[in-house]
């Protein structure tokens, strides 16, 4: 038995789901004549009360072709300095739409409204690269499945709206947040021009992200889409696993929450850890002690056959899935009560 905490992208297609798989409708995307890519876009506009939404094969790709929707060549966008898109996505923000970032030092990376106002360049200043963009994560990844406060978020949204930003969200874990904070789609779809959703990561699917936004701006998505490489095929197979997993493994997220939140309690116990993030979702970020070496506890791990990941800096970082059941929670809360060095 292994136990592959690494990541919620390391998970299996569940029976049911490859039921889905098998028994989808298709046709040529390219064409959009696949009934169930169709589908799983209106379902998912309707969700977040969105205009359109359209699959692509990756959220980084997702979050690209926002990005290369929302700006111009030579502009700047805000964001966290932990976030995904400038630190995940191989310096896509410049290659694809020759774009800057301007990164915030945000708390557990989220960023306030308060701050995005100070750094917007301004626009009558021609030295400076024009802001035009806020991206936002939420969850964040970096930040240990951190939840932003809503209200902040419309706060952030007020500051766009005066100062004619665009404001996009990664919401490869927006899943995470919404059955956390028990919020609704619909009340994002408000706020944001854009939003990226992965289906690949909690949701449990083999691949797939959904871009939503509003009209004038999904209008240019299929094109750009396209340019990045991004047209499909037959894809309903994996718009039919994307379904099957809004319908069967929404809620159940809940139970990812709650393993995760005790293997923080039994870590802050440890006279091995130096410190626990706060864990809000299903990423557990923790610290060791002076005394332990990360690739030692690691490497002592991975002996039980139990997989982590590291994310620089002294950060370990363990994200509770669909496939990490409760033999493995009992199993892996017991190697860390009894770990010594
Ligand atoms: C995983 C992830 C993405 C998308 O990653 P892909 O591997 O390209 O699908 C985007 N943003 C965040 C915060 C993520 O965790």
Known sequence: MIIDLRSDTVTQPTTGMLQAILNAKVGDDVYKEDPSANKLEQKLAEMFSMDA??????????????????????????????????????????FNSGVSCKLLDGNRGMITAKQVEENINPPDFYHSPLTSLVCLENTTNKGGGACYDFSEIEKIRTVCNSHGLGLHLDGARIWNALVAKKEDPKTYGKVFDTISVCLSKGLGTPLGSVLLGKKDIMKKAMRVRKVLGGGMRQIGFMAAAGIYALDNHLERLAEDHKKAAEIAETLSQQSYIKMVEPTETNIVIFYLSQAVSEEKFMDDLLQKNIRISSMGQGKLRIVTHLDYTNQMHETFLGVLKNYSK
Do not use: R
């Open 53 to 94: 939404a359209l699959f692509f094969p990756t959220g980084s790709m997702a979050n690209q072709a926002a990005i290369k929707m929302l700006t111009q060549p030579g502009e700047q966008l805000i964001t966290d300095k932990w976030a995904h898109v400038y630190n995940y996505e191989g310096g896509g923000v410049s």
